[in-house]
């Protein structure tokens, strides 16, 4: 399936715009989750991780999801390709192994905003800090890897290459 130049601009807006704001929800809940695991407060405590919970269903999963989608729909419909680069292969694996972690993570997330809720005191709760800052560097790497686009084509990508070589070879000879 390719697309026109301004179907291809959309769909790059939508993949830039659902990565930065997957970035941006990641920083933001590792701003609660570093409250969850200092804070003296007790009910700030319990507050953070209502607020981690509602963070992560309502912002941080579906803009995982939406990043993923609309990451290989315009890898598919761009120069790059998704299987030409190694950028683009190591970004879409990088992607797809943190949004599986975010996904079964998110279950653990939920049972310590239920329990931070029931118990008396919530600052004893074992938190998500190593995960959340895991994560937040694995999406900066991803984006390193989008601005800096490091050489390097697959055994695919080199094929494709040659092929499309000997196709503008042939077409220019009489």
């Not at 993949?15 to 695991?37: F, N, Q, R």
């Not at 050489?151 to 094929?159: H, S």
């Amino acid at each position: 399936m390719t697309v026109g130049p301004r179907a291809r601009k959309t769909l790059l807006f939508a993949h830039v715009a659902t990565s930065v704001g997957w970035l941006g929800a990641v920083l933001a809940y590792v701003g609660l989750d570093v409250t969850a695991a200092t804070s003296q407060d007790v009910q700030l405590v319990r507050g953070a991780y209502l607020a981690m919970d509602v963070t992560i269903s309502t912002a941080i999963v579906p803009l995982a999801i939406a990043t993923v989608v609309v990451g290989l729909l315009t890898a598919w419909n761009s120069p790059w390709g998704v299987l030409r680069h190694y950028w683009v292969l190591a970004k879409l694996l990088l992607t797809l192994v943190a949004t599986a972690v975010l996904l079964l993570e998110m279950q653990t997330i939920q049972a310590l905003a239920d329990t931070a809720v029931t118990v008396n005191d919530p600052r004893q709760l074992s938190g998500t800090l190593p995960h959340s800052i895991g994560g937040s560097i694995v999406l900066l790497v991803v984006t390193a890897l989008s601005m800096f686009k490091p050489k390097g084509l697959t055994r695919y990508g080199w094929r494709r290459q040659q092929e499309q070589r000997r196709t503008r070879s042939t077409a220019l000879t009489p």
